[in-house]
């Protein structure tokens, strides 16, 4: 099965997850647990904009960092510039927070609210170099847009 073909297959199971669930956090941390699990990510999980920064929410995988500033590593970058960022050697991005020396690549897609602004980022590593590409950042916008 290729990347987009898992992806696909998730749509319809984050739908699920989401439908006729209020809660926010709730939504996240299934929605972690489910990418996680389906791809085998070194680190999956949700930073929610409160007081102007980052703070850690649902996530699977490793101890994190709790606080991320605005427009701080990739995590940061992703909010200020309202877009995914995909990095496929975090060693070369400037600024990256190493919140784990096993983490060699990442993605960070923002999440929107019914006004436009950013009130969360997915924020997903993997041990592997390259991992992520416009593939995964399609169809991860796709993911959070359903929460």
Partial sequence: MTKEDKYRSLLPQVK??????DDMI??????AALLHTEFGFWWTGFYRVVNNELLLGPFQGP??????????GVCGTAWKERRAVVVPDVEEFPGHIACSSESRSEIVVPMY??????????DIDSR???T????????????????
């Fill in 128 to 130: 592997e170099l390259g």
């Fill in 16 to 21: 699920a997850l989401c439908e006729g669930e």
């Fill in 63 to 72: 101890l994190a960092c709790v606080h991320i500033g605005y427009g701080k």
């Fill in 132 to 147: 992520f590409d416009d593939t995964d950042a399609h169809w991860l916008a796709q993911i959070v847009a359903l929460i």
């Fill in 26 to 31: 709730a939504k996240m941390a299934n929605v």
């Fill in 113 to 122: 609210n019914k006004d436009g602004e950013v009130i969360a980022v997915l």
